[in-house]
C-alpha cells in the first residue's frame, strides 16, 4: 500500500477538558483507490485547575484516544503504524530545571512543573502533544490549557487561609480584646458599682427614679414658645413705626433669656433619683437653683412682651393685637409655672 498527502486540514473542539485537532490526508492502494487518513489529537488533562503556592504540581496527561482513522470515523491501527507523540509544555520546570516527564512520548504520562516563579503564580500554563506519521505525511498539534489558581492569604500569611483583622485589630480575633462590657468593639460601657454594664450606679441602692424628660420638653417647649410671641410683638412695632431696628435690646434680650431657660431645664438630670437606701454612696443636691433660673428667664422674656405690647396699645392704637399676644404670653408663663413646680424640688446623686 503506497501513501500520499494531499491536503492538511486543523480542527479545534473544545469539550470540558478533552481538546481535539485533526489533520487529514489521503493514501492511495495498490490498486490506486485512494483512502482518506485522518489523525485525530485528542488529549485530556488532570486536573485542569492546580493550586496555587504549592510550589510543585503534577498533572496526569492522556492521550489514549489519539488514533488514525479512515475518514469515517473508524480507528486504524494499519494507516499509522508510526504514529509518534511528543509531549511539551510552557510551564517552567522545578528549581530552573526543564519540566519532568515520567515518559516521554507514553500516551499516558506525568508532568511535573513549577507552579510559581519568583514568588508568583504563572497563572496558567498550556500541555502541548505533537501527534506525527511520516508516512502519510501527517501532523497535528493538540493543545490543553491549564490554570493556576491565585495566590491568597490570610492576615497570618496562610495561604487559603480564612483569619481576618478584627475590630481590635488583631489577626483571627474575635472582637473580645477592645470590647467593652456590652461587647462592642471599642465601646466606651463599663460596669457600675452595682455591676450593671453601662448602668448608673442605682439599681443595687434602692432608689425610686423619675424620669423628667417630659417635663424638660414641654418647658423648653413653653419658654420657646414665649420668646417667639415677645419676637412678633416687636415685629408689630416695627411696622407700626416703620423702624426695623425698633426695641432690637429688648429682642436680644429676649433671645437671651431663652437660652438662660434652656440651659437651665436642661441641667437637670433627666432621671432623677429619690429614697435611696444608702447615704453614704447617694448624696442629695438641690434642683432649685435650676429651676429658679428657669423662672426668671420666663418671667424676663414675659415682661419683655408686657412692654411691648404697652407700647402698642397706647402709642400706635394696636390694642386688638396687643391683647392678644398679651393674653397668649400670660397663659404660657402661666403654665410653665405650673409645670416647673411639678419637678422635685431636689434629687440623689450616688457614686458609679
Known sequence: MKFSSRLFRLGYILMATIFTFS????????????????????????PDRVACGQGV????????????????GTPSQDLCPDLALVWRTSAPGVDGNVPELSEQGAPQTELTIATEQGGVSIGSFNVQL????????LKVICYAPVLVEECTYDCNGDLGGTAVIDDCGICGGDNSSCSDCAGTPNGDAILDTCGVCGGNGSSCLNCESLDITPNQLSL????????????????????????????????????EAYRESWSAIWSLDSVQL????????????????????????LDEIFGVTKRVTRKLRKKYAKNKVARRLLRLARNLRSSGTTELQSLPASQQTCLE
Request: overall charge negative; proline content about 1%.
Open 23 to 46: 489533520s487529514h490526508g489521503i493514501a492511495a492502494d495498490d490498486d490506486g483507490t485512494d483512502r482518506p487518513v485522518d489523525i485525530e489529537c485528542q488529549i485530556s488533562v488532570t
Open 130 to 137: 505533537i501527534a506525527t506519521s511520516f508516512s502519510n505525511n
Open 274 to 297: 429619690s429614697n435611696c437606701s444608702s447615704t453614704i454612696l447617694c448624696v442629695e443636691s438641690d434642683n432649685t437653683a435650676s429651676t429658679s433660673i428657669y423662672q426668671q428667664s
Open 57 to 72: 504540581a503534577t498533572v496526569s496527561l492522556d492521550a489514549t484516544t489519539t488514533v488514525c482513522s479512515d475518514g469515517t
Open 220 to 255: 423648653d417647649g413653653t419658654s420657646q414658645q414665649l420668646e417667639a410671641i415677645s419676637q412678633k410683638a416687636i415685629r408689630a412695632i416695627r411696622r407700626a413705626s416703620g423702624n426695623n431696628r425698633a426695641f432690637q435690646k429688648l429682642s436680644n434680650a429676649a433671645h
